[in-house]
């Protein structure tokens, strides 16, 4: 005999099985038309393209049949932003997903009617996208980054790396206006662990190739280069490259760096966020309020070790370290 419980476990996953075939019927009536502003170059965004498509077939939306998805690239041109926003809000779309600080910034000037959703965008709240996390009170909702909340965790797993080094260069994007305030907090972390951090800035990609021609002028034992930056994620492996020739251990905010070559990373997945924000464009085109949906943020961060680069610029990574990767890249 089945007992009570069993049979009311039963039923309620029923139901789930019986809402999600109607949640899918549902969105399979409505055609969904959604833009997206991004800062860099089309390449470096394929799988973040697949995981939202993905995330948002799980909701019963096919690209080229009930959804049609117009996407923007400034490839690194901060000038071209505010033009780009504003043919993406021409169209007419029912939701505008941005992917940075400068995108949120760009479209979030463009219109203050269309739905914004932001994908692993730092601080919304000190920078003033929104009131607050849980009611953002305005057309802009989505996913924020940690970053912020990183900075001790990423400064303190540089220096498990490289204990005996006591400075530690510092990528700051002067053109990023979120780094001022993560540049602030790795020195609040840096001070507890006896770590002199040293500011390596970078005037924009015009820039970059000066500031890493630097590096070798900069005595100091490791790079952190600090997240939320398309500069430096679609231009990474100008940055590997440079940082490895100079046998220099860097701790990167993304697992991208890793597989391209870098030393270690420690962050969120990009995957994840820009799969996940799928259920917000899909409460968006029901009709919720924006004003009214919480930002959500991400719980889980991968700490990421090339082993191959490690030998490569010299490093040992201590075993407690390594027991406490996720993944560990060997070849």
Same mark, same amino acid.
């Given at each position: 005999m089945i007992s009570k419980s069993r049979r009311t476990l039963c039923s309620a996953l029923g139901l789930s099985a019986l809402w999600a075939v109607a949640r899918v019927a549902a969105a399979a009536d409505k %055609? &969904?038309?959604?833009?997206?502003?991004?800062? #860099?170059?089309?390449?470096?965004?394929?799988?973040? %393209?697949?995981?939202?498509?993905? $995330? &948002?077939?799980?909701? #019963? !939306?096919?690209? #080229? @049949? =009930? &959804?049609?998805?117009?996407?923007? !690239? *400034?490839?690194?041109? $901060? =000038?071209?932003?505010? *033009?780009? *926003?504003?043919?993406l809000v021409g169209l007419r779309p029912d939701v505008i997903v941005t992917a940075c600080t400068g995108s949120t910034r760009a479209v979030m000037r463009a219109t203050q009617q269309i739905p914004i959703v932001m994908v692993s965008v730092a601080d919304p709240v000190g920078q003033g996208f929104v009131h607050n996390l849980a009611q953002p009170g305005n057309n802009v909702t989505g996913r924020s980054s940690q970053s912020r909340d990183l900075m001790p965790k990423m400064l303190e797993l540089l220096h498990a790396a490289v204990p005996k080094a006591t400075r530690i260069a510092v990528l700051v994007n002067t053109f990023n206006t979120a780094h001022e305030a993560l540049w602030s907090d790795m020195q609040a972390a840096a001070r507890p662990l006896g770590i002199t951090p040293?500011?390596?800035?970078? =005037?924009?990609p015009d820039g970059l190739d000066a500031m890493l021609d630097d590096l070798k002028q900069i005595a100091a034992g490791g790079l952190l280069v600090l997240a939320d930056?398309?500069?430096? !994620? =679609?231009?990474?492996?100008?940055?590997?490259?440079?940082? %490895?020739?100079? @046998?220099?251990p860097v701790l990167y905010g993304h697992r991208e760096f890793v597989t391209d070559g870098g030393f270690m990373s420690y962050g969120e997945s990009f995957q994840d966020s820009y799969r996940r924000v799928g259920t917000y464009v899909d409460k968006l085109a029901r009709g919720a309020n924006p004003a009214q949906l919480p930002i959500e943020q991400p719980t889980r961060f991968q700490l990421v070790i090339n082993l191959k680069t490690a030998s490569l610029i010299g490093i040992t990574p201590p075993k407690s370290l390594l027991l406490r990767a996720d993944e560990l890249i060997r070849g």
């Open positions: %055609n &969904l038309r959604v833009a997206i502003l991004l800062s #860099g170059f089309e390449p470096y965004y394929v799988s973040h %393209n697949e995981a939202f498509i993905a $995330g &948002l077939r799980e909701l #019963g !939306y096919v690209e #080229g @049949k =009930n &959804l049609t998805i117009d996407r923007r !690239y *400034a490839r690194l041109r $901060g =000038n071209q932003m505010p *033009a780009l *926003a504003r043919e040293v500011r390596a800035e970078v =005037n924009g930056d398309p500069m430096t !994620y =679609n231009l990474r492996r100008q940055v590997i490259d440079a940082a %490895n020739q100079r @046998k220099l």
